[in-house]
């Protein structure tokens, strides 16, 4: 990509030593060209980057304007809850949506977000958090200035920019708000030995409730120690796996038991999700009375863990979640959560970019969050 901005059909004719009415030839596969010169286009389409002007297409022949959402699943509630918002607010306007998933694999992210450039796809919405490294930055401010370049737009929903500067619109949720009250409610409750169960280091996403939740503890005159984080990533079977390993190391007493877990025994890697770390909750005793999980889908796999050991919730230990996800009330118990807004954050996310495109880019939009209270919060059990 040259710093100019957008790439003319007149240099790649240049560069490949043709015509632009050869260019255009090749370009558009409606004409037999040679072989070797067809090689020797595309050579310097590729090394200069040109996109072909999508807006000239759609002149001649009527192209359609298209958002793209980029997921890393369908089969997350949360996820799929927020490409039903971007499909409806883009129906509702007249675009054509498409749905891409990655799988969580960058090479795959990249190559749809390639395709939609070249389709002239009009927004290309990259959907929720990431591990947020050197990698991801770079990749992301490619990824916007590219689009620009071709007079598209980049939305990072779900997920901070890594830099302030790159021309992408910024729409998520107040992850560390609703980590903070949804501890606030458990300390409320009486509980002082919480666990959270499903960090991910440097996930934006994780890490914000991560933040939310030590903040609440610190609130309510907890020291540091207090905090007991179990990074074992997203995902029913994360929760499963691990409640049962933590109920296992606190001793067939369950959770009211002294014992110290042995970190060496919880084996937490998830398959599917972004290389969890080993659990390794922070120093302090094994005990628990609460568990916040850090997704739905996390609890579920809790609930279940703690039914097999024999014990109930929310007498023997309460559980919370967070997204709100459809089933949620439909759990054993019903699951008090942190609604998100996911349906309005693809909404959003499509309704932000179209009203104001000049000042769109940049711009970073917060939406709020809150508890809804079911029945699996109930004060700790007598001498727990």
């Not at 693809?346 to 939009?365: C, K, N, S, T």
Request: glycine content about 10%; charged content about 20%.
């Amino acid at each position: 990509m040259t710093s100019k901005g957008r790439v003319t059909i007149r240099e790649v004719a240049e560069r490949a030593g043709v015509s632009m009415a050869t260019v255009s030839r090749v370009l558009s596969g409606n004409h037999p060209v040679p072989a070797s010169t067809r090689a020797r286009v595309l050579r310097a389409a590729r090394d200069l980057d040109y996109v072909a002007n999508a807006h000239a297409r759609a002149l001649v022949g009527g192209g359609r304007k298209m958002v793209a959402v980029v997921l890393r699943q369908v089969t997350s509630p949360f996820y799929a809850q927020v490409a039903e918002g971007v499909e409806a607010e883009a129906a509702a306007r007249g675009w054509l949506c498409l749905v891409g998933t990655t799988g969580g694999d960058p090479g795959r992210e990249l190559e749809f977000v390639q395709l939609m450039r070249e389709e002239g796809a009009g927004l290309v919405i990259l959907v929720g958090g990431v591990v947020e490294d050197d990698a991801y930055r770079e990749r992301v401010a490619h990824y916007a200035q590219a689009l620009a370049s071709s007079g598209a737009r980049l939305v990072l929903c779900g997920r901070p920019a890594p830099d302030p500067d790159i021309p992408a619109l910024v729409v998520e949720f107040d992850n560390e708000a609703g980590a903070r009250a949804i501890t606030g409610h458990l300390l409320s409750a009486g509980h002082r030995r919480i666990v959270f169960l499903g960090g991910l280091p440097g996930n934006t996403a994780l890490d914000a409730r991560v933040a939310g939740y030590r903040a609440a503890l610190a609130e309510h005159g907890l020291g540091p120690e207090a905090a007991h984080v179990v990074d074992c990533g997203l995902g029913r079977a994360a929760g499963h796996r691990t409640m049962t390993e933590l109920l296992k190391a606190a001793g067939d007493l369950g959770p009211c038991d002294t014992a110290t877990p042995d970190a060496d025994t919880l084996d937490t890697a998830t398959p599917g999700t972004a290389t969890p770390s080993t659990a390794t909750p922070d120093a302090g005793p094994a005990r628990f009375t609460a568990v916040f999980a850090g997704d739905d889908m996390v609890a579920a796999g809790a609930l279940r863990a703690i039914a097999d050991a024999g014990l109930r919730v929310p007498q023997d230990i309460s559980v919370v979640g967070y997204n709100d996800i459809p089933l949620a009330e439909d759990f054993n118990p019903p699951l008090t959560t942190v609604r998100t807004p996911a349906e309005e954050l693809g909404r959003a996310a499509v309704r932000i970019a179209l009203r104001d495109p000049e000042h769109a880019a940049g711009a970073h939009h917060l939406l709020g969050t809150h508890i809804v209270v079911r029945d699996s919060v109930q004060p700790p059990p007598p001498g727990a």
